[in-house]
């Protein structure tokens, strides 16, 4: 079976940092594209990176200089560090797989940017 699990949400100020992590079981990561995504109240649900078998990654626009995505093969598991975060960044984040005619996702984890 496979499964993503969505950790390091939470509330913080403007500015702040936070690390996303997605945690894989039933599949080897390191073979596949792996995004985040995100939906903020009263919008659709929006790529925000994603990071290709062979280490290429990509980032809307939005979050450009501040988000890094990135995986570690040894633990099976993808991250999102997020640096100087905005109040347009509040939305739940969730991670997703994509395998040959499959595709899989987490939960999702709320994060929360507010004074």
């Known amino acids: 079976q496979v499964q993503l699990v969505e950790s390091g949400g939470g509330l913080l100020q403007p500015g702040g940092s936070l690390r996303l992590s997605c945690a894989a079981s039933?599949?080897?990561?390191?073979?596949?594209?792996m995004g985040w995504y995100r939906q903020a109240p009263g919008k659709q649900r929006e790529l925000v990176a994603y990071?290709?078998?062979?280490?290429?990654?990509n980032y809307t626009d939005s979050v450009k200089g501040r988000f890094t995505i990135s995986r570690d093969n040894a633990v099976n598991t993808m991250y999102l560090q997020m640096n100087n975060l905005e109040p347009e960044d509040t939305a739940v984040y969730y991670c997703?797989?994509?395998?040959?005619?499959?595709?899989?996702w987490g939960q999702g984890t709320q994060v929360t940017v507010s004074s």
């Open positions: 039933g599949i080897q990561i390191r073979f596949n594209t």
């Open positions: 997703n797989v994509i395998w040959g005619s499959r595709t899989k």
């Open positions: 990071i290709t078998s062979g280490g290429s990654l």
